[in-house]
């Protein structure tokens, strides 16, 4: 157990809703990481927040955003998802700065029908 | 930008053998880590082991070590006395020592590992 949590573990849904993935880092770290794991592929990085601001943004569509509450949580939002957007999205987490070791959470298996 | 590249989607190994998975990057970059993950079926990704850059002595964790190669850009993975729990995805991993609060990893396309009992 990594420590990171990540809620909901499954998530079926139609082409053109929006969903909330939610996750709890490890209890200190102050930095958040988003993946997208797509279908027996290597991860590709997303965004990254820092103690509640953004600090880097990968190839993150426009119909994703994310957001770190104070209480250090945070949410990756899917808007006007496609059949394309079907993959696992992990979570990570760590202090920032350092060796840069992450945390990855068991991530949310995401599937658009 | 830093890619990695990892050119065997396959392999396997008997038990208690050794095997090594082999992984190239580039980056112009001098500071640098560098990791190994290992995704089991489960789906959840376990860090193996990491390299700092600015070392030279390789890695070991146990049964696994790496081979770094900082001027051939080579970091391979070696697994001595291999166990069936052994089998997984591998996924080597990048990440640049500059930029405190920007540790974004860059993934390989990963090495599915089966383990001949």
């Known amino acids: 157990d990594s420590g990171v949590t990540q809620t909901p573990k499954h998530l079926i849904t139609a082409t053109g809703q929006r969903v909330t993935l939610r996750c709890s880092p490890r209890?200190?770290?102050?930095?958040v990481y988003w993946y997208q794991q797509s279908l027996d592929q290597g991860l590709q990085f997303l965004i990254q927040?820092?103690?509640?601001?953004?600090?880097a943004k990968g190839n993150i569509l426009e119909r994703f955003s994310a957001q770190q509450f104070p209480d250090l949580h945070s949410e990756l939002n899917l808007s006007s998802l496609e059949l394309g957007d079907s993959a696992l999205y992990f979570c990570a987490s760590n202090a920032g700065g350092g060796v840069g070791e992450q945390y990855f959470g068991p991530g949310t298996r995401l599937t658009v029908t | 930008a830093q890619t990695v590249t990892q050119s065997q989607p396959e392999m396997s190994v008997q038990e208690a053998e050794t095997v090594t998975l082999s992984c190239t990057y580039d980056?112009?970059?001098?500071?640098?880590?560098l990791f190994w993950y290992k995704q089991p079926p489960s789906r959840q990704m376990i860090l193996v082991i990491r390299?700092?850059?600015?070392?030279?002595q390789n890695a070991t964790e146990n049964r696994f070590s790496v081979n770094f190669q900082k001027a051939a850009k080579s970091f391979s993975l070696k697994i001595s006395d291999s166990q069936l729990g052994d089998a997984a995805m591998y996924f080597c991993?990048?990440?640049?020592?500059?930029?405190?609060?920007?540790?974004?990893?860059?993934f390989g396309t990963g090495t599915r590992l089966t383990i001949i009992p």
């Open positions: 390299q700092e850059a600015y070392k030279q």
């Open positions: 991993a990048y990440r640049r020592a500059q930029d405190f609060g920007n540790e974004k990893l860059t």
């Open positions: 927040y820092y103690n509640g601001e953004e600090r």
């Open positions: 980056t112009s970059e001098s500071d640098y880590y």
């Open positions: 209890s200190g770290d102050l930095s």
